[in-house]
Each structure stands twice: as structure tokens, then as C-alpha cells.
């Protein structure tokens, strides 16, 4: 792992960029240390600048723990291949005619999971070797389908915070039953692109003994700002 620049922010929180071979990261870390991990995951191509991403990432930080977040491929910097431009594509012409989207989605986040895991255990492996971080480890980010996967396989992760709001395939529907860890699953009841008993029937697919779901109203992006204090005061119950 090799950091690429620091800054030290308002509040204390230090923020650094790295690169681990042909992975981008950034990496939060409070000024108390060793400090419990936080995986904060995102897809559909958005970057690990984005500034909702940032925003969390910062406040968690303050809070009193390291946060990191990759770039997978295909989003941000990373290069897309020209399967991924052309699943893209479809997808946006699919949802442009009003046409069913989920096999495309099905044939497009699927791969983008099972090559995501790897990179995220990489990462995982390299982040608690720093002194600054002494785990245990969370997981939480609007990526649920990298984060089932995760969850399963692997042990180090002890809680997660999901959000329903992006499409999770089939083959990890499935393997919910397999997740017992502590979960706080988040919900937008009237999310554009989630059909909402889809997500109840994933939440209680959940193997978790402690799961609890938050519902709000509202749309994809309009999940309320007190919800990251919730996720917070999850986050201590399970990690410190």
C-alpha cells in the first residue's frame, strides 16, 4: 500500500489517498488510535470522491473510526471495458423505453461482485497491517450486493449497514440466509429503482439473528441525514 498525498482536515480526521497495485483508495483515520475499521462501499460507477461517499466517510471518521473506500473497476478513474460500456448502455436504453432491466442487471452486477471481493479482501489485508487500525471490522455502504457477498465470506467483518436502494442479484438473494452478522438495513419507501417488497423480502431473507430495519419516505437520494447518526450508534454497539 503506498499513500499518494494527506491532508488533515477541520475535525481532525486525517485523509489519505493510496494506491495498492491497480487499486485507488482513501483512507480516514481519526486523530485516536488503533481504531475499528469501517469498509465504505459504492458502485454503479460513481467515484470514491463522491461528495455524499465523502461526506459519511468524514463523519464516521469523526466518530473514532478508520474508513476506507476503493474504487472498483470500472468506476471512478479505473478503466471500463467495453463489456461494461456496452452493459451500460443497454441499461440506459432499456430504462429510457420503460423495458424490464433486471436480467441486464443480473448479467452486469453479478461479475462486478465476484471481481470486487477479492480486491476488497486485498485491501482489507493491507489496511490492518497499519498501526492506526485495530479492527474489528464493519462494513457499510450503499453497495448491499458486495456487501452480502462479503459478509459470508468473509469472517473478519462483525456488523454491516446496508442500504436497499441498489439491485441485488439472485445468487446473493440467496446467500443472505447465509449472513448472521448484526445488520441495520436502510430503506427509501418510495425509491424509484428498488421495488419496495423486494427489498422486505431481502431483509427477511437475512440468517442475522439482530437485524433492524429503518424506513423512511422519500426517494433513492433522499435517505435523512440522522440515519448516519443511527448507523454511528450501530456501529459502537458492535465494533467498540
Known amino acids: 500500500m503506498q499513500f499518494t498525498s494527506e491532508q488533515r482536515l477541520d475535525d481532525g480526521v486525517l485523509e489519505r489517498e493510496f494506491t495498492l497495485g491497480e487499486i485507488p483508495g482513501t483512507l480516514w483515520t481519526p486523530g485516536s488510535a488503533p481504531a475499528p475499521l469501517v469498509l465504505m462501499a459504492h458502485n454503479n460507477g460513481l467515484p470514491k470522491a463522491e461528495p455524499r461517499l465523502v461526506a459519511r466517510a468524514r463523519y464516521t471518521a469523526a466518530r473514532g473510526y478508520a474508513v476506507a473506500t476503493i474504487d472498483a473497476a470500472g468506476c471512478g478513474d479505473r478503466p471500463r471495458s467495453a463489456a461494461d460500456e456496452q452493459a451500460r448502455a443497454d441499461l440506459r436504453g432499456a430504462m429510457q423505453a420503460g423495458e424490464p432491466v433486471d436480467e441486464i442487471l443480473e448479467s452486469f452486477i453479478g461479475p462486478l461482485v ?9 485491501t482489507l489485508d493491507a489496511l ?54 448484526p445488520l441495520l438495513f436502510l430503506l427509501q419507501w418510495d425509491d424509484e429503482g428498488n421495488p419496495r417488497q423486494r427489498a422486505l423480502d431481502l431483509f427477511d431473507a437475512f440468517g442475522s439473528k439482530e437485524k433492524t430495519l429503518h424506513a423512511n419516505l422519500g426517494g433513492h437520494t433522499g435517505t435523512p441525514w440522522f440515519e448516519l447518526e443511527d448507523g454511528c450508534r450501530f456501529l459502537d454497539r458492535h465494533l467498540k
Do not use: D, H, K
Not at 453497495?143 to 442479484?169: K, N, Q
Open 114 to 122: 465476484e471481481n470486487a471481493v477479492p480486491e476488497w479482501q486485498t
Open 128 to 181: 490492518l497491517e497499519l498501526p492506526e487500525i485495530g479492527g474489528p471490522v464493519g462494513y457499510s455502504g450503499g453497495w448491499t450486493a458486495l456487501g452480502i457477498r462479503l459478509a459470508v465470506v468473509e469472517p473478519r467483518i462483525a456488523a454491516a449497514g446496508f442500504f436497499a436502494g441498489g439491485y441485488v442479484p439472485r445468487a446473493q438473494r440467496e446467500e443472505a440466509r447465509q449472513v448472521t452478522i
